[in-house]
């Protein structure tokens, strides 16, 4: 038995939500929390069950961790005794990689299961090892198994080729308790980056932004646990965004950070979407009719690939011809088909561009045969509900929120894969005049 979301859509949505902390900060903050002596403990986290796949996996490790709160954990590493993590589910989410320093440091090796997450393109993780390799660790691959071994990492000047937040976030670990100073060029910006930077900083570490995307790490002989709160979920937040406006309705997001949405804001400029910022948060609404626009996805601080499910749905229902370009991730595209299903007009197609490797996030190599790395969305369609199957976390919730715009009633399965980054999902809108129910399907 499986569990999925009966939806009846065509209701207005109106009211306020309070969003947890980052997803992409969350449980990677818990696993920096190993690298420090005594008890961290960290507030705003976000009820997900990516967090509570990390939480297990330190717990496994022999840390002691506890829930002291709500939106807290409590995490002292004094007792960690286990290096092996490859037979953890790790391998359900991105974030295995990511203990390889605190492991190094505390043990001089590390197993971990190869990184899973969603299907969504080859995930270029020699941006992480060619960068811990240059600070002096040795990885070998076995399997579905990555096995580092360290005896003392020495800080180093890496050039990342192309722009990696998770790698980022791995090496500046990997350097605040190594011998010497590490120098991160082309480092990633993501707000949930200098959130760990913040944290770390907190416990004694000594971590720099003198360009935007130039980090410099001064090692240290010892960090100590301290009390961080999480900033909020800005994908969270772009989320219930979109809802407001592809059911015409209003939503205020209380803990909504305008400086985490500048580009998405922006798009809500050119298609004449309604916001209200104010000190307690954003206000979301629908005024009057959406008009298309141009949209195409790039790193920090451009228009993230996660936001772009789900702005797809809101063009959807905007008079005129849009168009979305993708250049993060290579197979971003699997929620179309869906769309199409319910109504939606959507048209993939390969844009003309003449230095794909300065453009594309991605490696050409990984490219997929034929990919389509754009598409066009001629609306406004009036959707229509359906049966369908969630392949990862962002198409889940497009799927959802394409659920909530249609007539009728959809079944959505595969829902876990919304648990991963949702929490509550069904329950808030609900409480904003949503009909979700969640039932067991074979």
Request: net charge neutral; proline share 4%; glycine share 8%.
């Amino acid at each position: 038995m499986s569990q999925a979301y009966q939806v009846t859509g065509g209701t207005p949505l109106h009211g306020t939500v309070r969003i947890g902390g980052a997803k992409n900060a969350s449980y990677k903050l818990m696993i920096a929390s190993l690298l420090a002596e005594g008890e961290s403990i960290l507030l705003n986290l976000s009820n997900i069950s990516d967090v509570s796949a990390v939480q297990h996996i330190i717990a496994h490790m022999g840390a002691d961790v506890s829930r002291p709160g709500e939106r807290s954990v409590a995490i002292n590493p004094q007792h960690l005794e286990q290096f092996d993590l490859s037979h953890t589910n790790g391998s359900q989410g991105r974030f295995s990689t990511m203990f390889i320093p605190a492991l190094l440091l505390r043990f001089g090796r590390a197993i971990v299961p190869l990184p899973g997450g969603d299907k969504i393109g080859v995930r270029p993780l020699e941006r992480h090892f060619d960068g811990l390799r240059a600070m002096g660790v040795d990885i070998k691959q076995r399997d579905n198994v990555i096995e580092a071994t360290c005896k003392q990492i020495t800080g180093t000047t890496y050039t990342f080729e192309k722009n990696t937040h998770t790698g980022t976030e791995t090496l500046i670990m990997a350097a605040v308790r190594a011998r010497g100073k590490t120098i991160l060029n082309n480092a990633a910006l993501e707000p949930e980056v200098d959130d760990l930077i913040a944290y770390l900083n907190k416990m004694g570490a000594k971590i720099s932004r003198p360009t935007q995307r130039v980090i410099t790490i001064e090692g240290v002989e010892k960090l100590v646990g301290s009390t961080h709160q999480i900033i909020p979920d800005r994908n969270e937040a772009v989320s219930y965004a979109c809802a407001a406006l592809t059911t015409k309705g209003s939503i205020v997001i209380e803990n909504a950070r305008p400086d985490h949405l500048t580009a998405f804001i922006a798009q809500l400029d050119k298609i004449g979407a309604g916001y209200e910022i104010g000190d307690y948060g954003i206000k979301f609404f629908y005024h009057q009719p959406l008009t298309a626009t141009q949209v195409t996805t790039a790193i920090e601080p451009g228009f993230m690939t996660d936001w772009q499910p789900l702005f797809a749905t809101v063009l959807t229902q905007c008079q005129g011809q849009s168009i979305v370009h993708e250049t993060i991730m290579q197979d971003r595209f699997q929620y179309v088909d869906q769309l199409l299903k319910m109504g939606a007009k959507i048209e993939k197609f390969s844009p003309q561009v003449s230095n794909p490797e300065e453009v594309y996030n991605f490696n050409i190599t990984d490219d997929l045969p034929q990919a389509a790395h754009a598409i066009k969305i001629t609306g406004p369609s009036p959707l229509k509900a359906g049966k369908f199957t969630v392949h990862d976390l962002r198409q889940g919730a497009t799927l959802v929120l394409a659920a909530l715009t249609a007539q009728g009633t959809s079944i959505i399965d595969g829902i876990e894969h919304v648990d991963r980054g949702y929490e509550a999902l069904a329950e808030r809108f609900n409480s904003m005049g949503a009909k979700i129910k969640r039932i067991e399907t074979e």
